[in-house]
Nanobody, 120 residues
Framework: QVNVVESGGGSVQPGGSLRLSCAAS??????MGWFRQVLGKEREGVAA??????IDSNVARGRFTISQDNAKNTLYLQMNSLKPQDTAMYYC?????????????????WGQGTQVTVSS
């Protein structure tokens, strides 16, 4: 089992930036990913890294950058040019499935989430 803790959320104006961090302890995961969810909607994959290979979703491409510090078992998400529609609870998750990428159903350890609010 992996313990996952996110940090770095907050409130920012449109066009602003935030950096999310995710620390995972326990068994080293094969995949680590960022997902987000708005109340009443399905959880959405944002970006993930599996065995060092990153993938990002359409919502992230060009604005968000995922990175990983393997030594610290930590995942980051640098979010730039934030928009009001990026407002959501952001979750970090880990998986031992090496093709998990943006498939939330293949992740088995989840953090509590960190809120990101983008508004003027």
């Amino acid at each position: 089992q992996v313990n996952v803790v996110e940090s770095g959320g907050g409130s920012v104006q449109p066009g602003g930036s935030l950096r999310l961090s995710c620390a995972a302890s326990g068994n080293r995961p094969v995949c680590m990913g960022w997902f987000r969810q708005v109340l009443g909607k399905e959880r959405e994959g944002v970006a993930a890294i599996c065995s060092g290979n990153p993938i990002d979703s359409n919502v992230a491409r060009g604005r968000f950058t995922i990175s990983q510090d393997n030594a610290k078992n930590t995942l980051y998400l640098q979010m730039n040019s934030l928009k009001p529609q990026d407002t959501a609870m952001y979750y970090c998750a880990t998986s031992q499935v090496n093709w998990a990428y943006l498939r939330a159903d293949l992740y088995d350890s989840w953090g509590q989430g960190t809120q990101v609010t983008v508004s003027s």
